[in-house]
């Protein structure tokens, strides 16, 4: 252990082919979820426009899609100049590594609250329709506002925990040269390590809860839907499939936050199991290696779900390349239902007055 201060640190950093790769594949990912994202808000804000899409869930979509732009915005060039290029030398100041780590806490965590809330409305909805209707519009307000506040108290504690620091070493006092971090520091590693496992709890009881009520609404969407308050069969039809077209994409989304967050949420734990100054040689080159697995797939994460918005309403999916092309073509949803119902209502309308026409000239030719 003597001889631990005097190891060259940096023979665990990535090869620069590797940095190459992840810093292109960092920046296809940057760029694509920027666009997708944004692109998603403004389909969702004309399917809302055209009847297609309620206000609610709008919001819920909208919210879902900013927390994911600020992931990316905030989290992905600070990682890849600290996680990639310069893994051992930070040159950020005490005070924006705090900032850094609170606020990306803080919208990784309001993007599965968005999740969570979205989810429990349209749970409400499908499940109990009768007290959705109670609900105003304050009602999606709140909810939206109690994800990003959480998420800000989830975060909180990164505040204090976090700083500038070096590694220290088994059985030392003072930190190996040329080794620092924007990391957890050592004189608050209780309550950073507190936090982290509060946060991967978090993140469980939101997969759990979000699989439970899609559960619930699968099971109501089985049974027989005739009559909807008084709606004709047609129209329960349509309100199903749009209901069915939220499940899925709920569904597909709790898949992908199992898979793309359970990586980051392992690296996680490991900074919280171990305190730093008890880091061997083989749990560092560990969590190094993992480091950058566990960020590519936590910001897919962010990237997948304009593409799962895609996957799971073809309607979506035709405004999407319309918003893409700058030639939106989709009409209102009631104009077709209007033109119809003008035409039908037409139809006897001119049946009566050629009824009316015949018995006239019937009665002029009896005279």
Known sequence: MEREGKKDWRELEPKYTVKIILTVLYSLILITGIVGNSVTIRVTQVLMRNGYLQKNVTDHMVSLA?????????????????????PFMSVSGNVSCKIYNFLFEACSYATILNITTLSFERYIAT???????????????????????????????????TGTQGHIPTRQDTPVQNLTFCTNLREHWMMYRVSIFVAFIVYMIVVICVAFMCRAMILVLRKPMGFTDGAPSQESSRIKTARKQTIIFLVL?????????????????????????SWTIPYFRTYVI???????????????????YNLSSKQFREVFIQVLRCHLTITHKNKST?????????????????RNSLISAFVSLRN
């Open 338 to 354: 209007v033109q119809y119902s003008k035409a039908a209502s037409r139809r006897p309308l001119l049946r009566s007055l050629r």
């Open 253 to 277: 989304i709790v898949g992908s936050l199992m898979v793309c967050w359970l990586p980051n949420q392992i690296r996680r734990l490991m900074m919280a199991a171990v305190p730093k100054s």
């Open 66 to 86: 900013c927390s994911d732009i600020l992931v990316l915005l905030i989290g992905m060039p600070v990682e890849l100049y600290s996680a990639i290029w310069f």
């Open 290 to 308: 993992l480091h950058p697995v566990a960020d590519t797939f936590f910001y897919l994460s962010s990237v997948l779900n304009p593409f799962l």
């Open 127 to 161: 499940c109990h329709p009768f007290r959705f209707r109670t609900f105003s519009g304050k009602w999606t307000s709140g909810l939206i506002a109690f994800a990003w506040v959480v998420s800000l108290l989830v975060a909180l504690p990164l505040l204090i925990t």
